[in-house]
């Protein structure tokens, strides 16, 4: 009796989503961010947590302005300028002045939703920060949080999932990878910027 083979369906590969392809083309700059933006004292020092806050508000403050120019309420990630202006006050610490811009030459929905992505995902990282600074600090020495507490961009993050769980066509890929670079290059940018000199504190 003859043997059918079964089909080898090893290299069968099922559509990649957006989201996928957004973090396998931002991975790098990604890891260098995380490295850039976060305290190194382990959140005890609270310069550092002042340093940290400053970057994101300055980062923050022009892209929200871009967003609410250009963007779709559905696509306009909710501001945390305001929440890190509030943890800078109780800190004691200045509100920065704006010296950065920013704007996104492709303002169609692929790159908006790139920019989007990058801001919504931040969420993840400040609830793993604020876990961080819970363990590392004693309850009444933990410093005031009310950017890394917030739920309204994990919210948001959760709106915009659909829209990144599923396959787009190759040159909206591209777009919305170019504009997510371009969130990531301007954080980094700004850290660059406000990172204390050597020898300094």
Same mark, same amino acid.
């Given at each position: %009796?003859? $043997?059918?083979?079964?089909? @080898? ?16 083309? $931002? ?23 002042? =340093? ?27 501001? !945390?300028?305001?929440?890190?202006? !509030? @943890? ?9 002045? !704006? +010296? ?8 169609? $929905? ?15 990282? &400040?609830?793993? %920060?604020?876990? @961080? ?6 309850? &009444? ?8 507490? @917030? $739920?309204? %961009? ?23 990878? =170019? ?12 850290? +660059? %910027? ?8």
């Amino acid at each position: %009796m003859k $043997t059918t083979l079964a089909p @080898d369906r090893s290299e069968e590969r099922l559509p990649r989503t957006l989201r996928l392809q957004l973090r396998e083309a $931002t991975a790098a700059l990604h890891d260098r961010l995380d490295t850039a933006m976060r305290p190194p004292e382990d959140w005890r020092s609270r310069g550092d947590y002042i =340093r940290f806050l400053t970057a994101q508000y300055e980062a923050r403050v022009p892209i929200e302005e871009w967003f609410g120019k250009v963007a779709p309420a559905a696509l306009t990630p909710p501001e !945390q300028s305001p929440l890190l202006a !509030q @943890d800078l006050e109780a800190l004691g610490a200045e509100i920065p002045v !704006q +010296r950065f811009e920013f704007a996104l030459a492709d303002q169609g $929905t692929p790159g908006l939703i790139g920019a989007a992505w990058v801001l919504a995902g931040s969420s993840l990282g &400040n609830r793993a %920060m604020l876990h @961080d600074m819970r363990r590392a600090l004693p309850d &009444n020495d933990r410093w005031p949080a009310a950017f890394l507490g @917030d $739920t309204a %961009m994990t919210e948001f993050w959760q709106a915009l999932r659909p829209r990144i769980e599923e396959p787009c066509a190759f040159q909206d890929e591209e777009i919305a990878a =170019r504009a997510a670079a371009c969130i990531f290059d301007h954080f980094l940018t700004v850290a +660059r %910027m406000t990172r204390p000199k050597v020898g300094t504190r």
